[in-house]
């Protein structure tokens, strides 16, 4: 299994600003993703971050709004730009299991908890 | 794309066995995840079905039927720490970044009282 350290682990920010999350593991890991869960709603894939390359991103979220980092295989920030109330979510970083793409295993880290005022 | 269906909320007895139902609609099908999320922490792993059939694990089974796009998670000898929401997840097998993309449900919130 992978341990995932991600922070901060909750932020209060005000509206128009920017919140960088920072995710780290344990082992070096090809696939890491960023999911989004919304109050109530369950978790929405916002883009799977690329090691070297741009960041791959679901329909929906885009570059602007959501630059994401990898600069090695242990490493990835999301920033979540120019906040809004409906930003006020849980950000969570994923990776997937060592056993490979057969088990599809996730780990998931703690999560960020924003809320957007 | 895909569209997954489980009830929102169930409540159980502890020392009682419960069955939490998924059904999906989708593009295509690499497999179905069953994953436990306590309050406030992150998702967990618990079941992985691609194949027909029932995949049992200590205290947990879950069972998948591809014809009919379905799947139940069934936890028996319920305890008190089972309370968690319980999240079915589907794999598609044309994501575009390989075989790691999960559509997630919303997940059941499940109870379990004395």
């Known amino acids: 299994s992978a341990v995932i350290s991600q922070k901060p682990s909750r932020d209060i920010c005000q509206r128009g600003t920017s919140l960088t999350i920072q995710c780290q593991v344990d082992?070096?890991?090809?696939?890491m993703f960023w999911y989004r869960q919304q109050p109530g709603q369950s978790l929405t894939l916002i883009a799977t971050a690329n090691q070297g390359s741009e960041a791959t991103y679901e329909s929906g979220f885009v570059i602007d709004k959501f630059p994401i980092s990898r600069p090695n295989l242990t490493f990835s920030t999301l920033t979540v730009s120019n906040m809004s109330p409906e930003d006020s979510s849980i950000y969570l970083c994923?990776?997937?299991?060592?056993?490979?793409?057969?088990?599809?295993?996730?780990?998931f880290g703690e999560g960020s908890r924003l809320t957007v005022l | 794309g895909q569209n997954i269906d489980q009830p929102t909320e169930m409540t159980a007895t502890e020392g009682a066995i419960v069955q939490i139902n998924c059904t999906y609609q989708t593009s295509g099908f690499n497999g179905l995840f069953w994953y436990q999320q306590h309050a406030g922490e992150a998702p967990t792993f618990l079941s992985y079905?691609?194949?027909?059939g029932l995949e049992e694990k200590g205290r947990f089974s879950s069972f998948l039927s591809r014809s009919k796009g379905y799947s139940y998670l069934l936890l028996k000898e319920l305890q008190m720490k089972d309370s968690a929401s319980y999240l079915c997840?589907?794999?598609?097998?044309?994501?575009?970044?390989?075989?790691?993309?999960?559509?997630f449900g919303k997940g059941t919130k499940l109870s379990v009282i004395p």
């Open positions: 079905n691609v194949l027909d």
């Open positions: 994923s990776v997937a299991g060592a056993e490979g793409p057969h088990t599809g295993e996730l780990f």
């Open positions: 997840a589907v794999r598609d097998a044309y994501s575009g970044a390989g075989s790691y993309q999960l559509t």
């Open positions: 082992s070096q890991v090809t696939m």
